[in-house]
């Protein structure tokens, strides 16, 4: 092999690598019966947040319903007609 394809070579070892790693990590996740967030219900999360730089920081703490239609809710302007109030005007 040429001095010319040393280099070539290498990266189509590395990209070849990489891909079959992404490859394997996806379907480990899929696999993975565990998922993000938690189940609906009634009631609040508590979230808490802590910012700290140099100067400063900040500590937040803010309640999230579980319910997701009362968490969408939250996010639909003042006045803003639903489905539920379009008739009662």
Do not use: C
């Amino acid at each position: 092999m040429g001095t010319g394809l040393t280099i070539p070579v290498l990266i189509g070892l590395i990209l070849a690598v990489t891909v079959v790693i992404g490859i394997v990590r996806q379907r480990q996740e899929r696999l993975d019966d565990s998922r993000r967030g938690s189940p609906p219900g009634t009631g609040y999360h508590k979230l808490h947040s802590h910012y700290s730089s140099g100067l400063g920081g900040h500590d937040t703490s803010w309640t999230v319903p579980r319910d997701p239609q009362e968490y969408a809710r939250r996010f639909v302007p003042p006045g803003k007609k639903t489905k539920e109030n379009k008739g009662q005007d």
